[in-house]
């Protein structure tokens, strides 16, 4: 009885791990057949091609609506708010043009995509100024912020000049 009782509780023990891993397989099979499946529609492709970038977006988004009292620990000095605005321009458009490389299988050698990608950022980065000057009393929109963001927006389109076009 006590060995039939040992070898119950360790099947008791055994079923749930088990079933959890059987479980798991069948979710992750039928994720990736699902997944597959999303891969051969050409606008969720260019979503997931461009992932990286609409994350960078929201970041940028919240950081741009925080209050500017959240930041009062940080240690700043004069300029460091020009130079963060172009920082977070710099890598949103180097994403963006990470989408392109991807979207484009490494193809993407032509000067079309930085004539695009510059204008669709320096909307973003007026859009954002815009948010802060018409609805937030905590945080303001600035010409200088927008040069900022356009700086940031060009080095990140030299990059992608040096890199990728005209690459023999």
Known sequence: ??????????????????????????VIRCLSDVGQEFKSNKMVKIVLDYKWCFIWALVVIILCTLPSNNFEGAPSYPGMDKIIHCGLFFIFCTLMYHGVIQQFCGKAKRWWPVF???????????ATELIQFLFFTSRSGDWFDLFADA??????????????????
């Open 1 to 26: 009885m006590g060995k039939e009782h040992v070898e119950g509780a360790e099947l008791k023990r055994f079923l749930p791990i088990f079933a959890q891993v059987v479980i798991g397989k069948i």
């Open 116 to 126: 695009i990608v510059s204008f669709m950022s320096f909307l973003f980065a007026g």
């Open 151 to 168: 700086i940031g927006i060009g080095m990140a389109g030299f990059a992608y000049l040096l890199t990728y076009v005209n690459r023999k």
